[in-house]
């Protein structure tokens, strides 16, 4: 999974919202590093709700102009848990075989 899809779906995890918020989340989860343009935002927010990822939890008009407010689907819930689960996986070992304090070797069969 690509950083930005992770941290649109991590913006959408604990709740609904508007695009320019799922922004403003991103830049903040990533502490700057991604800042994501217009049209980038809702050319993967598009593809996500493609992917049965992300739903439109509701439309509202603000000022005359419509505005869409997304949530993670059920299987964006899942894809999002599953990524979050291989990736502390992977840290781990990268730990581990960097000798960092804390870091455990994954059980055995």
Known sequence: MQEPTLLVLTALAD??????????EVKVLSGGRVVLRTGTLYGALDRLLGEGLVE???????????RRIYALSPA???????????????????????????AVAPAGP
């Open 15 to 24: 709740g609904p919202r508007h695009g320019y918020a799922v922004a403003q």
């Open 56 to 66: 439109v939890h509701r439309e509202e008009v603000v000022d005359g102009r419509a």
């Open 76 to 102: 964006g819930r899942g894809r999002l848990a599953d990524e979050v689960t291989r990736m502390a996986a992977t840290a781990r070992e990268a730990g581990r075989r960097l000798g960092l304090p804390g």
